[in-house]
């Protein structure tokens, strides 16, 4: 008889961080439930993952969305449940200031970021405290401890999801549901920066410019795997990680060469 695969649902799965966490856990053996909004990128990614050890199931589901997030677990529920949950599903939009602050990117920036994984944690939780094991990651954001300027909506979406990961942590222990928080500094991906300067590829680029080695997708992808993968009494709380080049918020070294 085949062992039953650890299984995990896996949001912002269509593009990025989401994307590299949930191949790496396929590659790791589990089965996944992959759930973003884009379903041709669903489509993409489970053909990416065809041949790797485990199993991808993909789900268009869009976390901003009550009706939706409740359909995403009948779907989960009706094809075994999971015991691990990655919230991984966020973004920024906008770099202005809060004089200049625009609401509608704000009110995004919170829906996205911290009631999409309250949607999500809400409607599973009763699952995995059924399983007795379960576990629970949220990908914040070193913007959730740290202030910059130019920062403050993105500050405030990930400070409430910051506090909110600790809040669950300690109601959810006499549950023995782990709850793991990890805390990227710069990463660079394809779709992050351009949407934050809202498809202004040249400042996009900017974000990155001189920067030797940011943080990739895979990075934390990696680091995100590797937490839900150790044995279950063991639980990395806080995982923060930068590129070497980014020894704080505010010091970011840009001293290479960008090539032409």
């Given at each position: 008889m085949t062992a039953e695969l650890p299984a995990a649902l896996v949001t912002g799965a269509?593009?990025?961080?989401?994307?590299?966490t949930a191949v790496q856990l396929v590659r790791n053996g589990w089965k996944v439930f992959a759930v973003g909004r884009r379903r041709n990128n669903l489509e993409s990614l489970a053909t990416d993952c065809q041949d790797l050890s485990g199993l991808l199931i993909p789900v268009a589901a869009d976390v901003t969305d009550d009706a939706s997030v409740t359909a995403l677990y009948d779907t989960v529920e009706a094809q075994g449940g999971v015991d691990t949950v990655l919230n991984i599903a966020g973004g920024a939009v906008g770099a202005e200031p809060i004089a200049e602050a625009d609401l509608a990117d704000w009110e995004w920036m919170i829906d996205t970021n911290v009631l999409g994984s309250l949607r999500v944690i809400k409607q599973f939780l009763p699952m995995l405290r059924a399983h007795g094991a379960g576990t629970i990651l949220n990908l914040t954001s070193t913007a959730g401890v740290v202030a910059y300027e130019g920062g403050a909506g993105y500050n405030a979406a990930k400070f409430g999801q910051h506090a909110m990961t600790g809040a669950l942590r300690l109601e959810e222990a006499e549950h023995n549901i782990r709850v793991i928080e990890v805390l990227p500094g710069l990463v660079k991906t394809d779709e992050f920066a351009l949407k934050r300067m809202r498809g202004d590829a040249s400042k996009a680029a900017d974000v990155y410019a001189g920067v030797d080695k940011p943080l990739t997708a895979e990075d934390v992808a990696d680091v995100c795997a590797y937490?839900?993968?150790?044995?279950?009494?063991i639980n990395l709380d806080e995982i923060v990680m930068r590129p070497v080049k980014q020894a704080a918020q505010h010091?970011?070294?840009r001293d290479a060469q960008?090539?032409?």
């Amino acid at each position: 008889m085949t062992a039953e695969l650890p299984a995990a649902l896996v949001t912002g799965a269509t593009s990025g961080i989401g994307r590299a966490t949930a191949v790496q856990l396929v590659r790791n053996g589990w089965k996944v439930f992959a759930v973003g909004r884009r379903r041709n990128n669903l489509e993409s990614l489970a053909t990416d993952c065809q041949d790797l050890s485990g199993l991808l199931i993909p789900v268009a589901a869009d976390v901003t969305d009550d009706a939706s997030v409740t359909a995403l677990y009948d779907t989960v529920e009706a094809q075994g449940g999971v015991d691990t949950v990655l919230n991984i599903a966020g973004g920024a939009v906008g770099a202005e200031p809060i004089a200049e602050a625009d609401l509608a990117d704000w009110e995004w920036m919170i829906d996205t970021n911290v009631l999409g994984s309250l949607r999500v944690i809400k409607q599973f939780l009763p699952m995995l405290r059924a399983h007795g094991a379960g576990t629970i990651l949220n990908l914040t954001s070193t913007a959730g401890v740290v202030a910059y300027e130019g920062g403050a909506g993105y500050n405030a979406a990930k400070f409430g999801q910051h506090a909110m990961t600790g809040a669950l942590r300690l109601e959810e222990a006499e549950h023995n549901i782990r709850v793991i928080e990890v805390l990227p500094g710069l990463v660079k991906t394809d779709e992050f920066a351009l949407k934050r300067m809202r498809g202004d590829a040249s400042k996009a680029a900017d974000v990155y410019a001189g920067v030797d080695k940011p943080l990739t997708a895979e990075d934390v992808a990696d680091v995100c795997a590797y937490a839900v993968n150790l044995p279950h009494h063991i639980n990395l709380d806080e995982i923060v990680m930068r590129p070497v080049k980014q020894a704080a918020q505010h010091k970011l070294i840009r001293d290479a060469q960008d090539s032409a």
